[in-house]
């Protein structure tokens, strides 16, 4: 059930930041409009998968492991200098399932450490984060926190669970980068970056960034909300004389009324690698387009949530057939604003083969 290809593009696997600040740090030091504080998430789940494929054994196994999220602890500091606010994040992602392959050779995944400038012209970003291409896709959807499909990781994978990446969305992979975002215009905000481009290939020639943008909009009304987005990325790389584009559009709206939320997204793209840009297509024929539709409802701290995401057409040069479809139910009571138990279950299918997986676990954050 695992594929080689994927554990060499992704060694750690896949999550996104809960925010790129996060609501619920601890602050160490306030003084003199200087501040830092630190914010961390936990999360532990006991999994029980099945598994099957054409030509092969039925596969039961147990694990605890963490979820789609790893361990998370950042750190975040501001400073008011005059006019501008300066800022900067450093996080750091581990995972815990060491102990039954690699001892205590825990996997720390530096995706965050950049610095921020602030003023009235809007917000300029130096350094690494997520990108732009499909970020409010996946920080939108309602499994962050649980666990999702581990067809692509292979259900005895070591690492993170995949959530919806695959089935629904690509990754934003932390990328270096050099990114502006506009001021908030009545509810409308721009996002336009340059990124390290990703290499096709140790030898191919990449003559510019890569250009990544989100154009998003949010607004209340009596009751409720809506938020509408639109992403897009465009980069070129030669490999001996032969040119190719990778490019993309992700777009999605979200709808909350009286505790029940609507989710809508998907995206299009060409040339990417298989979960995102962390790597090129050696072809140009990665067109892969996905969606993912969910509901939720919540009531007194427990949010019930139905998940359907896909995608469709080959994302990597060895699996141009892998149509990858991922079904949820889930449940997140919180227990208190630090505190949420989860339960879940998933059903990720291929034509060739399928993984039923239920997750119980818990997530701590602070």
Do not use: C
């Not at 361990?71 to 399932?97: C, E, M, P, Y």
């Not at 359907?308 to 227990?335: C, I, M, P």
Request: a negative charge; glycine letters at 12%; aromatic letters at 10%.
């Amino acid at each position: 059930m695992k594929n080689n290809n994927i554990a060499k593009l992704l060694p750690l696997a896949a999550a996104v930041a809960i925010s790129s600040q996060a609501s619920a740090a601890i602050t160490l030091y306030d003084h003199e409009e200087t501040t830092f504080s630190v914010d961390g998430l936990f999360n532990t789940f006991y999994v029980n998968s099945d598994s099957s494929a054409d030509g092969a054994n039925d596969v039961s196994q147990a694990r605890i492991k963490m979820g789609f999220l790893p361990n998370v602890i950042g750190f975040n500091f501001s400073k008011q200098v005059d006019d501008l606010k300066l800022g900067g994040r450093s996080s750091f992602w581990a995972t815990i399932n060491d102990g039954n392959s690699n001892l205590t050779d825990s996997l720390i995944d530096t995706r965050q450490f950049y610095a921020t400038v602030d003023g009235s012209f809007g917000q300029i970003l130096i350094g690494k984060d997520f990108a732009l291409f499909n970020r409010s896709n996946i920080l939108g959807d309602e499994i962050l926190l649980g666990f999702g499909q581990t067809m692509t990781t292979g259900d005895d994978g070591n690492n993170v669970s995949f959530g919806n990446i695959g089935a629904g969305y690509l990754y934003p992979f932390p990328n270096s980068q050099i990114t502006y975002r506009t001021p908030d215009m009545g509810g409308f905000n721009l996002a336009v970056g340059l990124m390290d481009p990703a290499k096709r290939d140790a030898a191919s020639e990449e003559s510019r960034p890569r250009i990544e943008a989100e154009a998003s909009y949010a607004t209340d009304f009596d009751g409720g909300s809506v938020k509408g987005w639109l992403g897009y990325m465009n980069q070129e790389s030669k490999l001996a004389g032969d040119a190719m584009t990778a490019k993309g559009v992700s777009y999605g709206v979200n709808v909350k009324f009286a505790g029940l939320a609507l989710t809508a997204s998907g995206f299009k793209a060409d040339g990417v690698g298989t979960a995102g840009l962390g790597n090129l297509l050696t072809t140009s024929d990665g067109e892969v387009d996905g969606k993912l539709l969910q509901a939720s409802y919540t009531i007194n701290g427990t949010r019930l949530v139905l998940s359907r995401g896909e995608n469709d057409g080959g994302s990597t040069a060895n699996a141009s057939d892998l149509d990858l479809t991922n079904k949820t139910f889930a449940v997140f009571h919180s227990l208190n604003s630090n505190l949420t138990l989860v339960g879940e279950y998933n059903k990720a299918e291929t034509d060739t083969a399928e993984i039923k997986t239920i997750a119980l676990g818990a997530v701590v954050t602070f």
